[in-house]
């Protein structure tokens, strides 16, 4: 009897041992370096966002993989960092960013045997169309959101697309908190069936149009009734509403009040459904804050100490918020200044889960960071972006240690490059000091290293 008992016991051990943790990633759209209150900003709370950090590891020295939507979504299904995707800018939907031959991170989870769903906005083609575009070509076995990214800055479309089918709304329906439902169910379903599942939620908050809902944007407007005189307008093609909003300081407050809302709701819902432990939550935004539809990132502070904003390479335009929970593994209340990357969540999570390393991943696995181990760096991260049609990049950067270069071309246009500025990010993390010409030989090995990171841009190959 006591050696059956025994066994019985082994066996549990064995199995909780190898249990597959759970995933749930939380990609904000233009969130600020300072827009959160683990980072710094004192006018609004974000006390559930601020539960993943305060509860497992903040990030202080990561990096989205573009400054704008869909590169930076690219790196983080691909793995690829920004000078080898398919996508490096934001024009033409990017049809053609994944290659369905690749083994994305949600392909990554499928052969593992998880089940996988992604919740808002895609950014990376029409989720309506079939083939390349659709992310469930791409190894997701369910998806809610926006028809497409134009469509997304709005909260207020005519459609919500599911598995690849668009659902007809009435124009005046709040759309992310439809999608966020629908999330809720994929978890809550997949946890009672003892399922392991990866849910990826892109959400667009606080993206574009500063849409909340009404009885929260009421409440903040009484909290800053002098900004009631502003209306914020921005548009999301020509068939889907996107209504003015009036007092879109308001909006972005409660905007994010909302997200803030729902995050504790799925952090209370692991613990609920007994997964609390084996589920792995990480949350960042696709790049820095944004001056769109009326939003005001001054007034927030929402990059505090970094330089530039969406569309710009320097720190404010790509450091990212990263915070990381996993109760039991990810020690409470840590920090670390690791130099990580988008492209570094695919092979870890390949790590996390048994699998190879996909063969175009470029990035570093952080799996020994986060279970306590000694952790491999980068030697350097590099980065461009094409604005619309320029090429082959308007903006080039990169940082090796605590030297950052960066390299703008005249009227971002891609044709004439001007001279790489250097900065000390130890000294001055908001790169106000060029010191170029005291460091040439710092400069010319920089140059050299982003050229060697740099590979033409093709599109990827079509199913």
Known sequence: MKTKLLLLLCAALVGSASAKPNVIYILA??????????????KLKTPNIDRIGTEGMRFTDHYSGNTVCSPSRAVLMTGQHPGHVHCRGNGDENAFALDPGMTTLPRLFKNAGYATGAFGKWGLGHTDLEGNPNPMTHGFDRYSGWKSQMIAHTYYPNFIVRNGKAEPLDGKTFVHDLIM?????FISTNAKAGKPFFAYIPTAVPHAAMHAPPELHEKWRKVYPQFDSKIGKYGAGKDDPCPPVTNPI???????????????????????????NNTIVLFASDNGCHHEG????????????????????YEGGIRTPFLVRWPG?????STSDHLSAFQDILPTMAELTGQPVPGQ?????????LQGGKQPEHDHLYFEFIRGKSGPYSARALRQGNWKAVQLSVKNQGKQMLPIELYNLE??????????AQHPEIVERMARLMDEAHTPLKPAKSK
């Open 329 to 333: 593994t990810v020690k409470a209340g």
């Open 250 to 276: 308001a909006g972005f407050a409660a905007m994010m009040e909302n997200l803030d809302n729902q995050v504790g709701t799925l952090l209370d819902m692991l613990k609920e459904l007994g997964i609390d």
């Open 29 to 42: 759209d233009d969130l600020g370096m300072g827009d959160l209150g683990i980072y710094g900003q004192e």
């Open 361 to 369: 991943a470029d990035g570093k696995s952080i799996a020994p960071l």
């Open 181 to 185: 439902q629908d999330a809720f169910d």
């Open 294 to 313: 009326g939003h005001n990132p001054e007034f927030w502070d929402s990059n505090g100490p970094l330089r530039g904003i969406k569309r710009d390479l």
């Open 427 to 436: 000294t001055d993390l908001g790169e106000e000091n060029n010191v170029a």
